[in-house]
């Protein structure tokens, strides 16, 4: 809060005033905004109606195996359907099982299933241990810390940096204590701060000597190539490492289309090492007779193969880009020394953290005039950010128009909360 | 097993010479046919077809509700979508939550929810009761078995007869015992034995009065519209008579298009009281962000309502009456004295009860000469089918020559187990 910390109290009064006054001017606009979600724009959308017209009432027979994807069947999903996935996890094809529309619902299986029956190789159900314990990197995705909730556990935050974890407690906690079952990890363009692990974090995970014999690593590739800028993030590959440590077992990978098709009419996917691909089919086969074939056959059609989904994102980057620059541009220019924020390659946020004690309410002010944001403390578990200081920015699903009001807006009640709070008000 | 009890040993030595020498030439065809599984024919799913071209990249938007289906929202699902099931249910169509691809994995979930969070109203969770009980109608649907079995919940088979699942013993142990926490039903042309609940037994289902605060009856509605004879079945309310008793929140309804459109890219719907609704979304926005909406619209318009629905049903009767009548004849004419079995309307199975002992040999025969079928014992809990009797056919899905060829040898195989039992080979 340096800006306003140097200013007289008179002064500052002046400033607050001026504030005050521009907010009351932007609210009578009656805006009506929605910076809350990672939603792709319709822009976006449009990228992927191909995809609606790649399966017909004349081409349902998988071209490659000869499967009618009309019917029952091929629970690990369709072979190209998992090829699609296998260069984004460092695995096989057939250490990929495609997944319903949901890499999320995928995850909250997978944490349902190491809690009745246990993860592949345990003595027993993490469900038997009486109350377990997740690591949880903060600020963090608040659909994760939902699931752990829903499933009782308790949640403990790991600060991050720029480089990831801090890997030092990581390692404390998961190599001394038995009751650490898991951790979730978003490793590339991270929700919300955007930033991607570093090479050494992710040996340093990989390399992990859990002290439960059940300890999991929930992998959340959400953004895995997802850059708008040109030159991206690299994140190392944690399988490769894993097969160096002799880990593998410990890694729970997961992907989806969400944000390369449709959200929500996506495929999602998860990976790892074969043994624990086999025992969760085994386990999946009781959930399901099948998932949705024909929209695998959809996504291979249209996308081709990893390379096809890598062009096409190029064409979600441009469209994206120019949010972030916005954004970013505008908070440089309103919110210098007053607050801080990542600049992040790629992804769908931009984690800004206002003076302490000032998320709440600037979340607050920006609802009262019109501009809908991820509620504060949403990225923490519990929904508590200690400091009361982090808010995550969605900028890709209102127009460029939209975004630049909204924006403008949030930064303008950044500083009114900043302002109230060194005031007293 | 009469037919045969009659014969001297003499006799009943050369029918079963005979018998042999017949399987052994039918085994020389060396023939290979599935009768295991509930899967629609080649010719089925042809008449679905059209859903394929009910979305393309130029109509992505919904008709009533001006939705972009293509993005994020809407949990319960498309308005036009919940009031396909709407009548299948008897509840107003925001008592209809549209899932997946997969009522089972509906189910599923609604188990884990139960046993995590407890039901809605309940002072606590089924899991932590320790051992708790589900009731399993018998014969009954092997992937239901597997859902409670994969919970630890100990299974109490329930005898079932033409009229549905013996009350008397129902009533007893719901309204004796509080660790009995569910039911499993499938009302309508049930799986295996094809019979529909009397009005008798619905009524007194509805009018329960548990011991357990937190019981509820899984009402897997999944036949609900799929007679094959003109004449079909008709199953009373059970959200009728659950309104007339005040039991509402004791029933989760399920059922979907999965023999409708296509297995494995149809919709699932769950359907119940306003509170377990409410209830259940609350929990299911833990597990998902939603469900595929690009499918519900292609439903809606394809099927465009229930109406269209029911029409569309006589095109699938029309292909399956026949091989239901082939079956039948043939076990008529083959198997009269020395077996049992249901005579369905509707569904996707007969249920043939062959001599006591003799259900495994049958099945191990027929795989023996190239015909699989559904696993003795299957239709019970834990595999296991006191009486070694019970078997599933499932006539949909071969051709009716190659429908013919199984049924034939089919009964053939029952013929020769049950010989070989009364020799004491």
């Known amino acids: 809060m340096s800006a306003y910390a140097e200013m007289s109290r008179e002064e500052l009064e002046k400033v607050y005033e001026g504030l005050r006054g521009e907010f009351e001017a932007v609210k009578a606009q009656g805006l009506n905004l929605d910076m809350s979600r990672g939603k792709p724009s319709m822009e976006q959308l449009d990228l992927s109606s191909g995809l609606l017209d790649a399966v017909s009432s004349r081409d349902y027979i998988d071209e490659e195996e000869q499967v009618d994807v009309r019917n029952y069947g091929v629970l690990a999903g369709l072979h190209r359907a ?228 890598r062009e096409h994102m190029k064409k979600h980057a441009a469209l994206i880009a120019p949010r972030f620059h916005l954004v970013l541009d505008t908070l440089r220019r309103e919110l210098t020394g007053l607050a801080e924020w990542t600049e992040p390659k790629g992804g769908y946020f931009v984690a800004v953290d206002v003076p302490e004690g000032c998320a709440k309410r600037t979340v607050a002010l920006c609802k009262e005039a019109g501009v809908v944001l991820t509620g504060a403390g949403a990225t923490y578990p519990y929904g508590s950010d200690p400091a009361d200081r982090n808010i995550r920015i969605a900028p890709t699903y209102p127009t460029l128009e939209e975004l630049g009001q909204a924006i403008r807006l949030f930064c303008l009640c950044a500083k009114l909360a900043a302002a109230e709070k060194m005031l007293g008000k």
Request: glycine share 10%; charged share 20%; proline share 5%.
């Open 82 to 309: 998992r090829e699609l996935f296998s260069p984004i996890f460092d695995l096989p094809a057939d250490q990929v099982v495609i997944g319903g529309n949901s890499s999320l619902n995928l995850m909250y299986d997978m944490v349902e299933k190491a809690i009745v029956h246990g993860v592949y190789g345990a003595s027993r159900p993490w469900g038997s241990y009486g109350k377990i314990k997740f690591l949880c990197p903060v600020p963090g995705y608040d659909r994760h810390f939902a699931i752990t909730q829903h499933f009782g556990m308790e949640m403990i935050p790991i600060p991050m940096d720029q480089n990831g974890p801090d890997m030092d407690l990581v390692e404390q906690l998961v190599e001394g204590d038995h009751f650490v079952k898991g951790i979730w990890c978003v490793p590339k363009y991270s929700n919300p701060t955007g930033i991607t692990y570093s090479d050494e974090v992710v040996r340093r995970i990989a390399a992990l000597k859990p002290k439960a014999d059940d300890f999991r690593i929930f992998w959340d590739n959400a953004y895995c190539i997802h850059e708008f800028e040109e030159e991206g993030d690299t994140l190392s590959s944690i399988m490769a490492y894993a097969r160096e440590y002799g880990t593998e077992d410990l890694v729970y990978l997961f992907a989806s289309t969400s944000k390369v098709t449709f959200p929500g009419s996506g495929i999602a996917a998860f990976g790892g090492s074969k043994s624990n691909v086999d025992y969760m089919l085994s386990l999946l086969g009781t959930q399901t007779i099948g998932y949705d074939k024909i929209n695998q056959l959809r996504h291979i059609r249209f996308l081709r193969d990893y390379d096809g989904m």
